[in-house]
């Protein structure tokens, strides 16, 4: 079986780094996917639903690839979070998660068209975050690095410093779990080395 293309139906800046890192050099197709249509309560049902939907969404644009698309939440006490709106909910957001811990799912849908399979898979990282002041909140939302993160921080970023520990995969909670890829990867038929300096076509 040969290397597809690989897709990636996202545009995280972060899930691409992620895949450039581990030596995977993924065509990029932002999704069009309307999340709006899915009202679902359960944070991992609905990290997998939006990542289907995405990845669903480009695959017709790229016959015989692999097209993998990802969505990520937190869950905070029973609630989901994505994106915040503005700074003001930003900053709200944080005065509630400070000293709490969240989980951070991440959905993964993996279409093969080259078996006609698909693949969708969720991973879930528990965050404790810091018991950080109200100025330390202020000064993180004026960077604005929160405003592009489900979890409202990012861990390779400045927020690395407002977050205590991890239980978990580390790279989910940048939006894109490597370990889980692998999975999924190899339960289609393909080892994730294949794909290292894999010529990009379609």
């Not at 944070?43 to 015989?64: C, E, N």
């Not at 994106?83 to 930003?90: G, L, Q, R, Y």
């Not at 849908?109 to 078996?115: G, K, N, P, S, V």
């Not at 939006?175 to 999924?184: D, E, V």
Request: glycine content about 10%; aromatic content about 6%.
């Amino acid at each position: 079986m040969g290397t597809p293309p690989f897709i990636l139906a996202s545009a995280s800046p972060a899930r691409r780094r992620l895949l450039q890192t581990a030596g995977i050099v993924p065509i990029v197709r932002v999704s069009d996917f309307d999340e709006s249509q899915i009202q679902v309560t359960d944070a991992d049902v609905l990290v997998r639903t939006l990542a289907q939907g995405k990845a669903g969404t480009v695959a017709p644009q790229f016959l015989g690839s692999l097209i993998l698309g990802c969505d990520s939440v937190l869950a905070l006490n029973g609630e989901i979070h994505g994106k915040p709106a503005d700074a003001a909910e930003a900053i709200a957001r944080w005065q509630k998660m400070r000293g709490q811990v969240g989980e951070l799912y991440t959905g993964h849908a993996l279409i093969d068209q080259t078996q006609n399979k698909i693949l969708v898979r969720s991973q879930v990282t528990r965050v404790y975050f810091a018991e950080v002041s109200d100025r330390q909140i202020a000064a993180y939302v004026a960077t604005g690095e929160p405003m592009h993160c489900a979890g409202c921080f990012a861990l390779e970023g400045y927020g690395s410093l407002l977050i205590e520990k991890i239980e978990g995969c580390h790279s989910n909670v940048i939006g894109l779990s490597l370990p889980l890829l692998r999975q999924m990867l190899t339960e289609l038929g393909y080892d994730a080395t294949e794909f290292w300096g894999a010529t990009v076509n379609v």
